[in-house]
């Protein structure tokens, strides 16, 4: 509405709607891209705010911009693993709808679930935060619903195991940080 410059991506298994879509909403200021991977969009538009809730606490544990390009890093690599598992093309997380969303949803201030995530770093208690809140911070009910398909499908998740246990086992953020950072040391791998 503000003409600032933005980008989105329509998906679809059919690319001849997903092109309509793209001719019907590009302007000067708003780009479309087609995707043919819808599973992959809708599993990196769900899965990044996991990833976001993680980024708040950070920000309010003061932890620094090492720590969440590691999270953010990390975070993808995480939800990449799923979404190949479930059937989802790789690629699709290191374009618009993976790490394009990923990125902003963990950085801008405006976001709901990096704003949530940031109070609970700052000591404040989930419900709490949840129920003062006039707006939706999807990531905490998505939260439940990512570790149920990554048990599934038999994926590795630690953020989402951290964020899950702190969410609705209330555990430390500190605790869950530390656990996360003492993990078994390991080659990094893409997925």
Known sequence: ARYLPATAVAASADVALASRVQDAFSTQWFRIYTNDDPLGVELAGGTKNVIALAAGILDGLGAGNNAKAAL????????????????????????????GDLITTCISPEGR??????????????????????????????????RKLAMRYSVEMPITESIHAVLFDGKDVLEALAELMNRDPKPERPM
């Not at 995480?78 to 997380?93: C, D, N, P, Q, S």
């Open 72 to 99: 953010v890093t990390r975070g993808l690599v995480e939800i990449t693993r799923l979404g190949v598992a479930m059937g989802a093309k790789a690629e699709t997380f290191q374009g618009l709808a993976g790490l």
């Open 113 to 146: 679930n990096r704003s949530v995530g940031e109070r609970i770093g700052k000591g404040e208690k989930v419900q709490e935060i949840l129920d003062g809140m006039k707006s939706v911070a999807e990531g905490v009910p998505t939260t439940r619903g990512v």
